[in-house]
């Protein structure tokens, strides 16, 4: 089992960029993939971006956010990382860092995909 700890997020004005970050309890980090989600107010939670497992060899990002974030992962601190630059208001979200035991080495895209979740932290974007 894992436990993730997101950080990092704040309130930022439109095109300024911010890194979010999640830290995993535990020694097996680089056994799991892991995602970035996020959720606006009334809307159903939405992937953002997502690296496998060990590697993290693959990688898969949503249309909406390719080329302006880019997620990473450090196995010897146990964290994964979304840099988001060039934030636009239709970013503000509450983003969440998702993680499933290796997953086949696949970048996931379907929420159902992960069985650990953080608690999430608010990234607003002014405009």
């Known amino acids: 089992q894992v436990q993730l700890v997101e950080s990092g997020g704040g309130l930022v004005q439109a095109g300024g960029s911010l890194r979010l970050s999640c830290a995993a309890s535990?020694?097996?980090?680089?056994?799991?993939?892991m995602g970035w989600f996020r959720q606006a107010p009334g809307k159903e939670r939405e992937f953002v971006a997502a690296i496998s497992w060990w590697t993290g060899a693959m990688i898969s990002y949503a249309e909406s956010v390719k080329g302006r974030f880019t997620i990473s992962r450090d196995n010897a601190k146990n964290t994964v990382y979304l840099q988001m630059n060039g934030l636009n208001a239709e970013d503000t979200a509450v983003y969440y860092c998702?993680?499933?035991?290796?997953?086949?080495?696949?970048?996931?895209?379907?929420?159902?995909?992960?069985?650990?979740w953080g608690q999430g932290t608010q990234v607003t974007v002014s405009s």
């Open positions: 998702a993680a499933r035991l290796r997953g086949g080495g696949a970048a996931m895209v379907d929420i159902h995909d992960y069985d650990y």
């Open positions: 535990g020694r097996t980090f680089s056994s799991y993939a």
